[in-house]
């Protein structure tokens, strides 16, 4: 569960392309991460993937099944959204709870799944708080449970931190990455910070232009930059 196969996927607005065919394994469990500076398609490669955007050409596979043109609802990804998307007259527990609501889940299994998702995320001291009376971090905790509960065979995240201050950033960061581990659920981190791609990634996708100049593990990439803008963008020494 959670692979994820670009096949020549191109995307262009109006008549401006901005994703050149582009072909990208994720595999099952891994941490990706995709990294460039601002503009360069992070984020529209990500809602192609999570079916947010059409692709205008080329296929996306999602555990061996022609994903391409089902709605993001039936693709079986989660998508993080930053923790102002909260509901603030709502407990935590109901936002957490609120996408198994939308889908009329049997209310037990709502319940063992907020629970879970709460207990996996250290909230469950605060479960019947609102949005309102948590830290920054808890919120984007609750950011998280919400996408957990949904049980998605991959996580994406769209710079999910970017509004932390630096403190709390280092500490999400480091949560998310215990996250990975204990669910063993492949993630998607877009990010245009080089540090949270070389602590985070197994795996780092660096984005030029919608181009992809370089895939490899973040030792491979300090190691051997392909080219000058990977080694300045990776920080590498050459
Ligand atoms: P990043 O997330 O890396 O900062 P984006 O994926 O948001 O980059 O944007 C990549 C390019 O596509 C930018 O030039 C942006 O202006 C353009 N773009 C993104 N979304 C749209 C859209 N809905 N309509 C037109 N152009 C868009
Ligand atoms: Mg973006």
Known sequence: MGQITLEKVTKSFGDVNVIPPLDLQI??????????????????LLRLIAGLEDVTSG????DGTDATNLPPAKRGLAMVFQSYA?????????????????AKM??????????YAAKVLNLTDY?????????GGQRQRVAIGRAI??????????????????????NMRLEISELHNSLATTMIYVTHDQVEAMTMADKIVVLRAGNIEQ????LELYRNPRNTFVAGFIGSPN
């Open 27 to 44: 595999n099952e469990g891994e941490f990706v991460v995709f990294v460039g500076p601002s503009g360069c398609g992070k984020s529209t």
């Open 59 to 62: 296929a996306i596979k999602i």
């Open 86 to 102: 909260l509901y603030p007259h709502m407990s935590v527990r109901k936002n957490i709870a609120f996408p198994l609501k939308m």
């Open 106 to 115: 049997d209310p037990a299994e709502q319940e063992r799944r907020v629970n």
């Open 127 to 135: 479960i019947d708080r609102r949005p309102g009376q948590l830290s």
């Open 149 to 170: 509960v949904r049980e998605p065979s991959a996580f994406l995240f769209d710079e999910p931190l970017s509004n932390l201050d630096a403190s709390l950033r280092v």
């Open 215 to 218: 895939v490899g593990s973040p």
